[in-house]
């Protein structure tokens, strides 16, 4: 069945960095968009970043452009979230899912196969 296992969330201070990896098997990962979303405490989940199948085209949420940047390798079957110059806004429960068919986008309703979620927290 399909899986999507998220790891590498951690307690860093502002401004360090973290990678995120999202580790799938069960279906052919290299024939699927991937997107990152995050959920904080009493808030709804939020898009972060998706990548396209071949990682030739990725999109980003306005608050985490230019800090944040999605990637993956079809060989590992692993996509990745690098998390630069965190704020203690970025803390949540960060999410791994696999996009519907073609979908690329950031509506979560076009998502349908998600990980268990991985927290990171920033302290300031």
């Known amino acids: 069945q399909v899986q999507l296992v998220e790891s590498g969330g951690g307690l860093v201070q502002a401004g360090d960095s973290l990678t995120l990896s999202c580790a799938a098997s069960?279906?052919?990962?290299?024939?699927?968009?991937v997107g990152w979303f995050r959920q904080a405490p009493g808030k709804e989940r939020e898009f972060v970043a998706a990548?396209?199948?071949?990682?030739?085209?990725?999109i980003y949420a306005d608050s985490v452009k230019g800090r944040f940047t999605i990637s993956r390798d079809n060989a590992e079957n692993t996509a990745y979230l690098q998390m630069s110059a965190l704020k203690s806004e970025d803390t949540a429960v960060y999410y791994c899912a696999r996009a519907a068919g073609l979908w690329f986008g950031t509506s979560e309703t076009n998502y349908g196969d998600w990980g268990q979620g991985t927290q990171v927290t920033v302290s300031s």
């Open positions: 990548v396209t199948w071949n990682a030739r085209n990725s």
């Open positions: 069960g279906f052919t990962f290299s024939s699927y968009n």
